[in-house]
């Protein structure tokens, strides 16, 4: 028996469990305090063009870029399908027009990789990292239309600020902020089409989506039409002039007033507790005490190589103990699986494995809704569940 084993056979059952054991990557836990009582306002059966209808959604618009600090040139729009719905969007109606060059570090980015190349057809550059690192981004032709994620939400690796992006590119930036918006700060002068979903950092509910747009991309939108045709809602101008009403609330498809009221509910939290700053502070809490408790303790790792780009909301971790990195991947992911069954048994941690086009590991959701005492309660049962699995 190795001192590694040797010490894991001597874990104690932790006695304290998190309040709230919620670490998914999405949809993510409820803000602290939540309760469906907070939706009672919510003008359900009532038409989303209705007038109570349209000021519940510019509300939502409105409170959204107070929190974010969105420039006042920028169209801010919801619509539908989630963060995906709305980076589709994006790059249907704005990509085409010049070089493009498509930046990925994870899954997600890989994937608007393949809709670009495979399914729009643009010869575009791709640059590609492993998971764990980010790719150089000085060496990017930023004169190109160019697609990157800012916070790769299963690889935990984000953007450690936008000084690799020139003031004075000739491209478009088109951003998918979902794990990042109100935990980071995005830079908004160097985006031009930003998104995300309510279901992430603000624990909102899934299959809505926000789509921010600088003047560039307005400009662009208006002077350029795609070669393919474009679905109804992906359509974001009429006549060469884009449609206003959408990023005023008047969206293209029906909106759930359930999901838009507890949108609301969780920025006016977030308003309340003292706005983006606040958000901020309390995804950096979380994440820095799974940090310390990483330091301190031999058979993990944080799968980010480089501190800088170590993500606070999508926390990633691998596996370094010896007996489990000398597994094949199969093994490795089954031991994984115990790990986490054993927690979600505990009712100490739900879905906290590490996403299933990632190396295997552990995915542990930090955003500003998850409360830093449930991180450190978490931790001994990691501890306990490794020993469990290793005992397996």
């Known amino acids: 028996m190795t001192a590694q084993e040797a010490a894991a056979a001597q874990q104690v059952r932790p006695d304290v469990r998190p309040a709230n054991p919620n670490f998914s990557s999405g949809p993510c ?6 309760t469906l009582h907070n939706l009672n306002d919510a003008p359900l059966g009532r038409s989303h063009r209705a007038a109570i209808g349209k000021a519940k959604l510019a ?3 409105n409170q959204t870029r107070q929190i974010l600090g969105v420039p006042d040139d920028y169209r801010i729009g919801i ?4 963060d995906t719905g709305a980076y589709e969007m994006a790059m249907w109606t704005i990509l085409g027009a010049r070089p493009a060059t498509m930046v990925a570090w994870e899954s997600f980015g890989a994937g608007w990789v393949t809709d670009v190349v495979k399914q729009l057809g643009i010869e575009a550059e791709t640059v590609i990292a492993p998971y764990g690192e980010l790719p150089d981004m000085t060496a990017i032709d930023w004169d190109s239309d160019v697609c990157f994620t800012w916070n790769g939400t299963t690889s935990g690796v984000k953007m450690p600020n936008g000084e690799a992006i020139p003031a004075d590119r000739a491209g478009l930036t088109l951003c998918d902020a979902t794990s990042a918006a109100f935990a980071q700060d995005l830079p908004w002068d160097k985006l031009d089409a930003v998104t995300y979903s309510w279901q992430k950092v603000m624990g909102g509910e899934a299959a809505h989506g926000m789509l921010i747009l600088s003047p560039r991309a ?4 208006e002077s350029y039409t795609p070669s393919w045709p474009l679905p109804k809602i992906f359509r974001l101008t009429k006549g060469g002039k884009l449609i206003e009403g959408i990023f005023k609330g008047e969206t293209i498809n029906t909106p759930s007033m359930l999901c838009v009221e507890d949108y609301l509910d969780t920025l006016g ?3 309340e507790i003292g706005g983006l700053s606040a958000l901020k502070a309390r995804a950096d809490a979380n994440a820095q005490a799974i940090f310390d408790w990483i330091e301190k303790t031999d058979w993990v790792a944080n799968l980010a190589a480089d501190p800088a780009t170590r993500s606070n909301t999508s926390v990633c971790l691998s596996i370094v103990a010896p007996k489990v990195a000398a597994m094949d991947e199969a093994n490795q992911r089954a031991f994984v699986k115990t790990m986490t069954s054993v927690l979600e048994a505990e009712s100490v941690a739900y ?5 299933r086009d990632a190396p295997p590991g552990l995915r542990i959701w930090c955003g500003a809704t998850v409360e830093t005492a449930d991180v450190e309660a978490l931790l001994p049962w990691l ?4 020993a469990q699995a290793l005992a397996a």
């Open 351 to 355: 879905d906290i494995g590490g996403y």
């Open 59 to 61: 509300k939502a618009i």
């Open 79 to 82: 619509v539908p399908a989630s």
């Open 218 to 221: 307005v400009e662009r939108l």
């Open 29 to 34: 836990a409820k803000r602290p305090g939540w």
């Open 383 to 386: 501890d306990w569940a490794f």
């Open 269 to 271: 939290w977030g308003q």
